[in-house]
């Protein structure tokens, strides 16, 4: 069955970059039916989509932080990754990695079908 | 950017109630909406898709309904398992945003 689990530091200084990495089980990752996606959610607040990938690479990035997000995928380990630099305490957040499936038409991401059970990255000095 | 605007933030019901939340998006996304439950400190799980598409293995008492920019989720009887926070997401557009979120509250 299909399981996403995310690792990486729980905690990060600010100026320094986010490093978290979704690896993926029970499903190949190169597969064109999907792109992977982050998103993120602020301690009581709501869902903020980060950026999603697909196996060959192709990328998607929410306008607001494409210029410090950094999204690439590992298809021999069934990986991906997120960096995010220049981290602030604004970037305090459970991270979730989910599988974003394409939407036949078009062949660009739609929903998420499955998520990852989120990891807690705190910014702090 | 496409914005998502959901009514109420907060309803208040009962077991056996119908209830009906709304998403607003601030331009036409045909029928590209998602809506997701999230219950406190577990990931979002789809309910509904394409705006009124049910996801394999989602009770039928959650329906969606909508297209353009107006959108519904309905709960046809609420159950204890149904109260959560439900997240409407737009995917017309390569933004995908979510909206704010509507907190489904015990009466």
């Known amino acids: 069955q299909l399981q996403l689990l995310e690792s990486g530091p729980g905690l990060v200084k600010p100026s320094e970059t986010l490093s978290l990495t979704c690896t993926v089980s029970g499903v190949s990752i190169s597969s064109s039916a999907y792109y992977w996606g982050w998103i993120r959610q602020p301690p009581g607040k709501g869902l903020e989509w980060i950026g999603s990938?697909?196996?060959?690479?192709?990328?998607y990035y929410n306008p607001s932080l494409k210029s410090r997000v950094t999204i690439s995928v590992d298809t021999s380990k069934n990986q991906f990754s997120l960096n995010l630099s220049s981290v602030t305490a604004a970037d305090t957040a459970v991270y979730y990695c989910?599988?974003?499936?394409?939407?036949?038409?078009?062949?660009?991401?739609?929903?998420?079908?499955?998520w990852g059970q989120g990891t807690l990255v705190t910014v702090s000095s | 950017d496409i914005q998502m605007t959901q009514s109420p933030s907060t309803l208040s019901a009962s077991v056996g109630d119908r209830v009906t939340i709304t998403c607003r998006a601030s331009?036409?996304?045909?029928?590209?909406l998602a809506w997701y439950q999230q219950k406190p400190g577990k990931a979002p799980k789809v309910l509904i898709y394409k705006a009124s598409s049910l996801e394999s293995g989602v009770p039928s008492r959650f329906s969606g309904s909508g297209s353009g920019t107006e959108f519904t989720l309905t709960i046809s009887s609420l159950q204890p398992d149904d109260f959560a926070t439900y997240y409407c997401q737009q995917y017309n557009t390569h933004s995908y945003g979510f909206g704010q979120g509507t907190k489904l509250e015990i009466k």
């Open positions: 331009q036409s996304i045909s029928s590209w």
């Open positions: 989910a599988r974003h499936r394409v939407q036949m038409v078009y062949g660009t991401p739609g929903y998420f079908d499955y």
């Open positions: 990938i697909s196996y060959g690479g192709s990328t």
